[in-house]
Nanobody, 126 residues
């Protein structure tokens, strides 16, 4: 059974930074593409960023490009999301997800991911 546990969320001011972590149980983490999604109240879950199993490919939503960085450490079974220059509109619950399919292009839709964490709240407010 694959379990994902996110951490690192919190309340920050506009312009601040946060680093989210997602630890994945099991010995197959290094074979998964990983993604980060977020969901604000009353809105659908939206794609934030994804990284391939070997870190060769990354992809970002336009709304976070240049501010967020996704990276992973396969030795630690962990994927990270470094978030800089945070804005109030970044406020949401952030979820990490695992995709074992090794697609030609990284998945950007929730249904492309098989395993999900419970989420961590990020609130950006002055």
């Amino acid at each position: 059974q694959v379990q994902l546990v996110e951490s690192g969320g919190g309340l920050v001011q506009p312009g601040d930074s946060l680093r989210l972590s997602c630890v994945v149980s099991g010995r197959t983490f290094s074979s998964y593409d990983m993604g980060w999604f977020r969901q604000a109240p009353g809105k659908e879950r939206e794609f934030v960023s994804a990284i391939s199993w070997n870190s060769a490919r990354t992809y970002y939503a336009d709304s976070v490009k240049g501010r967020f960085t996704i990276f992973r450490d396969n030795a630690k079974n962990t994927v990270y999301l470094q978030m800089n220059s945070l804005k109030p509109e970044d406020t949401a619950v952030y979820y990490c997800a695992a995709d074992p399919a090794r697609r030609v292009t990284l998945g950007t839709r929730p249904r492309q991911y098989d395993y999900w964490g419970q989420g961590t709240q990020v609130t950006v407010s002055s």
